[in-house]
């Protein structure tokens, strides 16, 4: 069983030593802002209403609503930790404001095409901000490691399980900047 504050020990995303830059998109950064706020005002209040409406009941022994409430008041408070340690160390960057796009950068949306002539497109996000379903991919993954700071036509090596693989840049997309 993992100690109770593994994650909050952390000074870099998992995997990463400690110093390494934690990226963020702006959205990423709102994101868990608004995490945050929820669980703290929103949930926290609300468990924390049950437990104590629990704790007047008598017997806490085999009182389930307290039991169940101060375990998830330790769920929440651990989240809380962890997202505040996350919030204090984050680096914001703006896709949008990368005056260099004709490189893979940050918080680019790139398509490249594999060996097997198979087209992909991925957008190279924080840590926290992956998903499988967008393509949202962490900057520090092995795709988005071969493709940083390539361009169009440019070819990487990406080592999969498979062995590696010759990947060609095709586009390079950044999100438009607020007028």
Same mark, same amino acid.
């Given at each position: 069983m993992n100690a109770p504050d593994d994650d909050d020990d952390d000074d870099a995303p998992p995997g990463l030593p400690p110093g390494t830059p934690f990226y963020m998109t702006p959205a990423g950064h709102a994101a868990l802002t608004e995490e945050l706020r929820a669980l703290w005002y929103d949930e926290r209040t609300k468990v924390v209403a049950i437990v104590s409406w629990a704790a007047a009941q008598?017997? %806490?022994?085999?009182?389930?609503?307290?039991?169940?409430?101060?375990?998830? +008041? #330790?769920?929440?408070?651990?989240?809380?930790?962890f997202l505040r340690k996350?919030?204090?160390?984050?680096q914001v960057v703006d896709p949008a404001r990368q005056t260099r796009r004709d490189q893979v950068f940050f918080g680019a949306t790139v398509t490249y095409v594999r060996e097997d002539d198979s087209e992909q497109t991925v957008t190279i996000v924080g840590v926290d901000e992956t998903d499988g379903a967008l393509r949202h991919i962490s900057w520090v993954?092995?795709?988005? %490691?071969?493709?940083?700071?390539?361009?169009?036509?440019?070819?990487?090596? +990406? #080592?999969?399980?498979?062995?590696?693989?010759?990947?060609?840049?095709?586009?390079?997309?950044?999100?438009?900047?607020?007028?």
């Open positions: 008598g017997d %806490r022994s085999e009182n389930a609503d307290y039991q169940y409430g101060k375990r998830r +008041l #330790r769920e929440i408070d651990r989240r809380v930790r996350r919030l204090e160390k984050v993954s092995p795709v988005a %490691r071969a493709l940083l700071g390539k361009r169009v036509g440019d070819t990487a090596k +990406l #080592r999969t399980p498979q062995g590696v693989e010759e990947i060609e840049l095709l586009a390079i997309e950044y999100p438009q900047e607020p007028r």
